[in-house]
C-alpha cells in the first residue's frame, strides 16, 4: 500500500530537489519527508505493481526521492558529523598544535624518499669516487695494468713486488749506515728459468733492442741474450757469425732495465753477481747501476741536458757549458778542467729541466708557492761497473753528478768521504770526470772467485743511500761488506763555479743491468784475449728501504714523471733521436739565458 505522505514525497521529486515548505519536527526535520519513510515498503511495492517489465520495474529513478528515500540537503545522517563543518567544534582544534602525529609520520617518509634519491644520484657518485683506488705508475704497471708498451704482461702466480722465492729471512735487514731497520719492498730471485723479457713479457723488466751508442760500444743490445737459467739471471755477451743479421755489429749482448715500471726513492739496493770472463783479462764491462726515470738509457733525447744532473737551484750551474751568455767566466769553468778539450770544464747543454725554467715551459713539475719550478733530472748511481787492472778485478763503486765542481774536485777537509775497508783494497778512484760527467767513486778489489771463469762463485754489491741535503749520503757494499761513503757535505756549494750544493738524488730511480764492451772503457781492449761467449749471471737483486719512508714507484707527488714522459714518448721509445734537436722540440727557455724569458 500506498500512504499518502509517500506519495507526496514522489510528487514534490517529480517537481524539485528543493527542500518542502511544510512543517518541522522539533528535531529540525520536515515533517512530510518523515512521514514518507514509514511508507517506503508500501511505496515500493506500490510502484513494481505498476510496471509492465522486469527491467522498469527494477529500474531507479535519478532521484533518490523516487525511491521512497529521499536524501535531500537538509536530511540528517548518523554519519554528518564526520564530514560537516562544525564551527564550534572545529575552533578548538584550530587552536591545537599544528603537526599531528601522522603528519609528522608522513613527513618522515617523503623525507627518506628524497635522502635516498640524492644518495642514489649524487652521494654514490662521490662516495666511489672518493674511495676508489686511484690507477698508478708505481710497482711493475702502468695505467690500466699495462707495462710501457700497451701490453698486459702473462705471469701466473708469481708477479708481485716481492718474489715468492725470497727466503723469509731475507725480509729484513739492517741499515749498512744507521743500523735501524730496514724492510723488503722489491725482490726479483730469477728461479724461474726460461723468463724472457721482450717487451710485454715481464711487469718489471724489459730488455731493450739498440746500439748504445753514447759510449761507442761494440755490440748491439738484443733482447735475446737476455734470459734466466739455472735460477739466475744471464746477460750474454757474443760474437755472431753474420754481421748482416745483426745490425752490422760482430757482437749483441743484453740490457734490461726497469724504467718507468719499478723505480725506488731511497734505501738499499743489493744484488748477487758472478761476473763474466776471469779477473785476470780486462775487456768486458759489465754493470749493474740506477737512474733517475726522466732518463731512458740508451735513448739519447731523453737524456739529454737531463743526465747527470742533481740540481734544484737557478744559477749558471744549469747554463750551458756551466758559464755565463756570451762570457767566458767563471774562468774556472773554462780552465783546468778536461786536459783533453783543452782544459775546458764543462760540454753539457745545460740544465733542460732546471729550477730557471721560464713560467709557461715544458717542465714534469712540481711548481714552489713562489711560481718557480723545482729542478729536475735523471742522476746516476751505480752499483758496480767492473774492469781488470794489472790482472786483478776492480769495481768501481760510483756516483754522476753536475754542474761540476772546479777541476772535478769535491770537498774532503774534514771526513765528507770516508772509506771502510782495512785491508786496503779500497780507495778514491783516479778518474773524477771530463766534460761530459763528474764521477766520484770508490775502486775496489772484488772477490776474485766470484767470476765466471774463475772460482764461479756470488759477490754481494750494494748501495744504501738518503736523499737530500744535510745528513744525505750514500754508502756502497763490495763483496757485502761495507766499502766507502760520500756525505752530502762533499757536495755542497762551489764559489770557484759559482754554483750551489747538490743533493743526493731526489729523483725515482730505476734498475739497468747489461754487459758490454768499449775501447771507451777500455783504451787497449784485446777483444782475442777474452772468451766467448761471456755471460754476467744475476742471482738476485732486493730493494729495502726504513719501514717510515717507504718510497716506490716511478711517478711520486713531489717528483712526478708519467704526464711528462707521456708527453714526449717518442723521445724515451725511439733510440735514434739522439738529441732533444733531432727530436725537434724547443729547449726550454732558461731564465738566465740571453734571452730569458722574453
Known amino acids: 500500500m500506498a500512504g499518502p505522505f509517500s506519495q507526496q514525497a514522489r510528487n514534490r521529486s517529480q517537481t524539485s530537489l528543493l527542500p518542502p515548505n511544510g512543517p518541522r519536527t522539533p528535531g529540525g526535520m520536515w515533517r512530510d519527508s518523515l512521514d514518507s519513510h514509514s511508507g517506503l515498503v508500501s511505496s515500493a511495492s506500490s510502484i513494481a505493481g505498476k510496471h509492465s517489465s522486469l527491467s522498469e520495474k527494477y ?25 560537516n563543518p562544525d564551527p564550534q567544534k572545529d575552533r578548538k582544534s ?6 599531528s602525529s601522522r603528519g609528522i609520520q608522513n613527513l618522515g617518509c617523503l623525507l627518506i624518499l628524497g635522502v635516498g634519491l640524492i644518495m642514489l644520484f649524487a652521494g654514490y657518485p662521490i662516495i666511489s669516487r672518493l674511495t676508489s683506488s686511484t690507477q698508478s705508475l708505481q710497482g711493475g704497471f702502468n695505467l690500466g695494468g699495462i707495462n710501457a708498451t700497451g701490453q698486459i704482461p702473462e705471469l701466473p702466480g708469481n ?37 724472457t723479457f721482450y717487451p710485454g713479457d715481464d711487469p718489471y723488466w724489459e730488455a731493450v733492442d739498440l746500439h748504445y751508442w753514447g759510449t761507442n760500444d761494440l755490440e748491439w743490445y738484443d733482447p735475446s741474450q737476455a734470459t734466466t737459467s739455472n735460477g739466475s739471471l744471464q746477460l750474454t755477451l757474443e760474437r755472431v757469425a753474420d754481421p748482416s743479421t745483426n745490425h752490422n755489429l760482430t757482437f749483441k749482448s743484453g740490457m734490461i732495465q726497469s724504467w718507468n715500471k719499478f723505480c725506488f726513492t731511497g734505501g738499499l739496493i743489493e744484488t748477487s753477481v758472478r761476473l763474466p ?35 734544484e737551484e737557478c744559477d749558471v750551474g744549469t747554463l750551458p757549458n756551466q758559464t755565463y751568455p756570451g ?10 778542467g778536461d786536459p783533453y778539450n783543452n782544459g775546458a770544464l764543462s760540454y753539457l747543454p745545460g740544465q733542460r729541466l732546471s729550477a730557471c725554467t721560464c713560467p709557461g715551459e715544458s717542465h714534469p713539475g712540481p711548481m714552489k708557492s713562489d711560481g718557480t719550478y723545482v729542478g729536475r733530472a735523471a742522476p746516476e748511481i751505480d752499483i758496480i761497473e ?12 760510483s756516483s754522476q753528478w753536475a754542474p761540476f765542481n772546479a777541476q772535478y774536485n769535491i770537498f774532503n777537509t774534514s771526513g765528507q768521504v770516508e772509506f771502510f775497508d782495512t785491508r786496503d783494497k779500497i780507495h778514491y778512484n783516479d778518474y773524477v770526470g771530463g766534460v761530459w760527467q763528474q764521477t766520484t767513486s770508490g775502486l775496489g778489489q772484488t ?52 754554483i750551489s750544493a747538490r743533493p743526493m738524488s731526489l729523483e ?39 719501514k717510515d719512508a717507504v718510497k716506490v714507484g716511478c711517478d711520486p707527488k713531489d717528483h712526478p714523471t708519467a704526464a711528462y714522459i707521456e708527453t714526449y714518448k717518442e723521445a724515451y721509445t725511439n733510440f735514434e733521436l739522439t738529441t732533444w734537436a733531432q727530436f725537434k722540440q724547443p729547449w726550454p727557455k732558461n731564465r738566465r739565458s740571453a734571452t730569458g724569458c722574453n
Do not use: C
Not at 94 to 99: I, P, Q, S
Not at 181 to 195: I, K, T
Not at 288 to 294: A, C, K, P, R
Not at 452 to 463: D, H, M, R, S, T
Open 386 to 397: 767492473a774492469t781488470v787492472h794489472d790482472g786483478v778485478g776492480y769495481v768501481s763503486l
Open 59 to 83: 529500474s531507479l529513478a535519478p532521484s533518490p526521492a523516487q525511491w521512497g528515500t529521499p536524501f535531500l540537503l537538509h536530511d540528517r545522517e548518523p554519519d554528518d558529523s564526520i564530514h
Open 159 to 195: 708477479f708481485g713486488l716481492i718474489d715468492k722465492d725470497t727466503p723469509r729471512d731475507a725480509y729484513t735487514k739492517k741499515s749498512w749506515e744507521t743500523n735501524e731497520d730496514l724492510v723488503l719492498v722489491f725482490s726479483d730471485e730469477f728461479n724461474q728459468d726460461g723468463r
Open 508 to 546: 725515482p730511480m730505476y734498475i739497468i743491468a747489461n754487459l758490454g764492451f768499449s775501447t771507451n772503457f777500455v783504451a787497449n781492449l784485446d777483444i782475442e784475449a777474452l772468451t766467448f761467449p761471456g755471460t754476467m749471471s744475476i742471482d738476485y737483486i732486493r730493494v729495502y728501504q726504513p
Open 94 to 99: 584550530d587552536n591545537a598544535f599544528v603537526f
Open 277 to 311: 770472463g776471469s779477473p785476470e783479462i780486462g775487456g768486458f764491462w759489465p754493470a749493474v747501476w740506477t737512474m733517475g726515470n726522466l732518463g731512458r738509457a740508451g735513448f739519447g733525447a731523453s737524456v739529454e741536458g737531463n743526465w747527470p744532473y742533481s740540481y
Open 327 to 336: 762570457a767566458s767566466t767563471p774562468l774556472a769553468a773554462v780552465t783546468n
Open 447 to 498: 772477490n776474485q772467485n766470484a767470476y765466471e771463469l774463475n772460482g764461479g762463485q756470488y759477490a754481494i754489491y750494494g748501495f744504501e743511500y738518503k736523499p737530500g741535503y744535510d745528513d744525505a749520503y750514500t754508502t756502497w757494499i763490495n763483496d757485502n761488506k761495507k766499502a766507502w761513503t760520500i756525505y752530502a757535505t762533499a757536495m755542497v756549494e762551489d764559489p770557484r763555479v759559482e
